[in-house]
């Protein structure tokens, strides 16, 4: 079984303009994958379809093998954290505790088991101690992890994450990096993340799909795609800065079969290069 399937699926906006088109993506269980794209490729529509808030008017998204569009998928709705681009759109309660509380409680969770998950989610991110914290008076990289936390709250197998660095400063990014793999590796969660943001995907995927227009582009190992400058120039991407020295340096050293795609990694093949 797998975690998520999207078959064919199309999507218009309520003006009639079309967001995703015949678009097809498979993830499996316990699977990183990167949804690669512009602004306006509709990379979050497509995380609003995978989540069930969105319905196509073509084909079909399945998710832990039941179908979006069914009764049974309510029972699986629980098993799914999105987390959003903007997380003012996610925090609105008066304070930080209240919002991880939010979901838990809605549940309908004994009043020990709700502040169990609340600690426990806040503790995960590094937000304890702030829980009775107004959200307004968060920084920005506080107020991803804050979001992060409402849906590790729920206790969720599948992760659905909206541009997750956008807006964070290097420090801040790197640890969100660092937040979102932990969570794969430690706890099996399944972590779909949509972002344009071509330095991350490297390290948060083993899997890349490349989205323009609503349309796949193509999908494959981030090593592969990264290396096709057709391809990243037809979705208004650039490689990571790791893949651009090695282009320009691999005629002068030579090929290395596939593209380093972090900076140590760029190190090491040219350290062992001129060895």
């Known amino acids: 079984m797998k975690a998520i399937e999207v078959v ?3 999507y218009s906006y309520p003006d009639g303009r079309l967001a995703l088109d015949g678009v097809s993506v498979s993830v499996e269980v ?8 512009p602004n306006g490729a509709g990379k979050s529509t497509l995380l609003m379809v995978m989540s069930g808030l969105l319905q196509p008017f073509r084909g079909e998204v399945r998710v832990l093998g039941v179908p979006t569009s069914s ?21 609105f309660s008066p304070t930080l505790w209240e919002d991880v509380a939010y979901g838990p409680q809605n549940m309908g969770l004994s009043a020990e088991e709700v502040e169990k998950r609340v600690g426990e989610s806040l503790e995960y991110v590094g937000l304890a101690g702030l829980e009775h914290r107004p959200p307004y008076r968060l920084s920005v990289g506080e107020k991803k992890k804050a979001a992060l936390a409402t849906a590790l709250a729920m206790k969720p197998q599948i ?21 979102i793999n ?18 991350i995907v490297p390290q948060i995927s083993d899997k890349v799909y490349v989205l323009q227009s609503g349309r796949v582009l193509r999908e494959g190992a981030p090593n592969r795609i990264f290396l096709d400058l057709e391809l990243l120039r037809s979705a208004k991407l650039e490689p990571p800065p790791s893949v651009q020295a090695y282009m320009a340096l691999k005629e002068l050293i030579g090929d290395a079969g596939c593209a380093p795609l972090t900076t140590q990694e760029l190190i090491s093949w040219v350290a062992r290069a001129l060895s």
Do not use: M, W, Y
């Not at 316990?30 to 794209?37: F, K, M, P, Q």
């Not at 009764?71 to 925090?91: A, M, W, Y």
């Not at 659905?160 to 969100?176: G, Q």
């Not at 590796?185 to 330095?199: C, K, L, M, N, P």
């Open 30 to 37: 316990g699977e990183r994958v990167a949804i690669l794209g």
């Open 71 to 91: 009764k049974d998928f309510e029972r699986v709705r629980l098993r799914i954290g999105l987390v959003f681009q903007q997380p003012d759109d996610q925090l």
């Open 159 to 179: 992760l659905l994450l909206d541009e997750p660095t956008a807006n964070l400063e290097p420090a801040s990014r790197t640890e969100f990096v660092e937040l």
């Open 8 to 10: 064919d699926v199309s």
């Open 182 to 199: 932990r969570l794969n590796r430690e706890e099996g969660i399944t972590v779909v993340t949509a972002t344009h943001d071509v330095s």
